[in-house]
């Protein structure tokens, strides 16, 4: 990002505000926070992962600052819009009903299995399968989420656990 967040400062009584501290203190961080894209989707409920890599259905966004969703046609993905090159930060976060079984969750870019996190699951308790990691995308990159079980479970989302997430930390250029 192009600004810094300027830490908050404690001012004496009677501090007058002029133009140069303003920019300093308060306008860098407003600047800040506006330079902020991402995408954040809830995972579909109920969707049933098998053996087989099974592609994580995704609801409509929560935000979205830049049209980063595609989520219709059984298809769900992010893809990069024009300009927004960069290194981005990609998060699944995906809980399974209850069983001890084991569970593949995988980030894909444009249909590459990218990051992978594997959790065995404790009997009577729910699974959650926490994947993050920090991958360069191009403009028109794709973003996928995939997940096997060695037991056919059923994703849950009853608290809003299970969601799919990616923010940009350094545009190109």
């Not at 002029?18 to 894209?37: G, P, Q, R, S, Y």
């Not at 009577?124 to 191009?138: K, P, S, W």
């Amino acid at each position: 990002m192009a600004n810094a967040f300027v830490s908050p400062t404690t001012r004496a009584t009677g501090y007058v505000v002029t133009a140069a501290n303003w920019n300093a203190d308060v306008k860098t961080n407003v600047d800040e926070l506006a330079d902020f894209h991402g995408v954040l989707c809830p995972v579909t409920a109920g969707t049933t992962i098998g053996a087989a890599d099974t592609a994580v259905l995704l609801d409509a966004p929560t935000f979205d600052t830049d049209s980063f969703a595609v989520v219709a046609g059984g298809h769900e993905h992010f893809t990069v819009p024009a300009g927004m090159g960069g290194y981005y930060q990609i998060t699944i976060n995906l809980t399974f009903a209850a069983g001890a079984d084991t569970h593949d969750v995988y980030i894909k870019v444009n249909n590459a299995h990218v990051f992978k996190s594997t959790n065995t699951g404790i009997a009577g308790q729910v699974t959650t399968v926490n994947v993050t990691g920090i991958y360069h995308l191009a403009a028109a990159d794709h973003v996928d989420f995939e997940a096997a079980s060695t037991v056919n479970r059923a994703t849950s989302n009853t608290n809003g656990e299970s969601f799919a997430c990616m923010h940009l930390l350094n545009r190109d250029g």
